[in-house]
């Protein structure tokens, strides 16, 4: 890993790539459909206004791939806050530090008896989430939850504070497997305006996250912007270019990409940009169709018939039943969340709505069941 990302990142224009995408033409659309380049022009193709018009085909091509691929299976987790406090301010979120809530972080033994609530329910993959707090919610106080609950779980990830690349070792020693970050929108001159204090406020060091995660040897590493913040088919064409490129550098790792859009939260903005449904869609369609191997992640911000309806273009990994507030499965408090949640089904019943759709819910061990699908 010679090459950073962010010389990459630097290198590409990506309002002209936008730009790009916005006036190609149907025949650029129907070549990007047939196959050609696995680079930034035939995925600006796909998602741009032209390729809008033809969404039942690249809905078809990203459902054909993703059975060919994947199967027809779908890997449940489920996030578990651990930590609301926070040092950050971020204008979109309701853990923002100026936000008078009632700040929370839940104890090992706490973590653990929420985590039961999620092991009775049936989960085996966790992922926890908390907000960026080094001193409350150190390295050292994850590795220790970790380890708790690592005997009991398949598999473990985190949503934190970025780590130092000897802070990922520590934690993949204590038995983490996979780190969700996402650099909330890739437009440097936007992130500023959103990211007002706090270590998050530095756009290279989370940029940067993902690298510095594959060395320490996460093995797999989750990315995505937060759909609202900016334009959506820049942050697209950047999100799909940061997966390329982890997927080419940081090989050893499975690189997985979330969609995520924003939603209410208490006391934080409406989303400043509207992303309808259909450029979700649109989104998630090339996603799969040219980056045939990624993971695609739905979360329950999303409602249900929502998540129903994109599940066959390409998604691999849902949440399901989350709380959004630390201590949230053993004592629910929506006036706590991070934002509000759209899809309220139970596991149970998500789990029941899969098998209605003809897919199979996969509570563990996701990769055994991914080389039989193969
Ligand atoms: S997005 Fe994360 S870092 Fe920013 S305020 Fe919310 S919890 Fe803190």
Known sequence: MNETFQSAFDSIDFDHWREISLESSAADVERALRGGSRGLDRFAALLSPAAAERLED???????????????????????????????????CGFSREHQIERVTLTPEQVESEAQVLLDEGFRHLLLVSGEHPRIVSTGYLAEVVQRL????ASIGIEVAPQTEEGYRRLIEAGVDSLTVYQETYDRRLYATYHL????????????TPERAARAGMKRIGIGSLLGLADWRRDGLATFFHAQWLQKHCWRSQIQVSVPRLQEALQAIDAPVRV?????????CALRICLPDLGI?????EDAAFRDGLLPLGITQMSAG?????GGYEAPN????QFEVADRRTPAEVARRLNELGYEAVWKDWEATLHGAA
């Open 58 to 92: 690249l809905a078809r091509l990203a459902h054909h791939i993703t059975v060919q691929r994947f199967g027809r299976v779908v890997q449940l987790y489920a996030p578990l806050y651990v930590s609301n406090e926070c040092v950050d301010t971020c204008t979109y």
């Open 150 to 153: 690592r005997p009991r779980f």
């Open 197 to 208: 204090g706090g270590r998050k406020k530095n756009f290279d060091w989370r940029l940067a």
């Open 276 to 284: 309808k449904d259909v450029e979700v869609v649109q989104l998630v």
């Open 297 to 301: 992640v739905l979360s329950t911000r």
């Open 322 to 326: 989350s709380r959004t507030e630390p």
């Open 334 to 337: 929506t006036d706590a969340e």
